[in-house]
């Protein structure tokens, strides 16, 4: 199992979490779910629930990632597969991202 923070303008939103490669779940933080200044950290994922689950990252989340040639020279410096979608965004998304959302990698213990 592997988790990240999420932060939507560097507020904790909440955690999203790989369960296995089929297993994806993203629960907003109670904080911020009941908070009602906040807005959802995106239209495919708003705030009417508290958690989703998913067999494939969603695709919010995936869509953060390069692709083509930028994806595949990320994989190569990094070490990272280039189908571990995960790992590239725990890898890659953590400042300097595309919009109001950035991840934090938390270390499993």
Known sequence: MRSLEIYRNGIFAGHLIEENRTQYIFRYDERYYINDTYPAVSLTLPKTQQEYQSE????????????????????????????????LLAATAQV????AVTVNPISEE
């Open 56 to 87: 494939f990252l969603f695709p919010f989340f995936f869509n953060m990632l390069s692709e083509g040639v930028n994806r595949e020279l990320q994989s190569i410096q990094l070490k990272i597969d280039e189908e571990d979608h995960f790992g």
């Open 96 to 99: 300097d991202s595309i919009g």
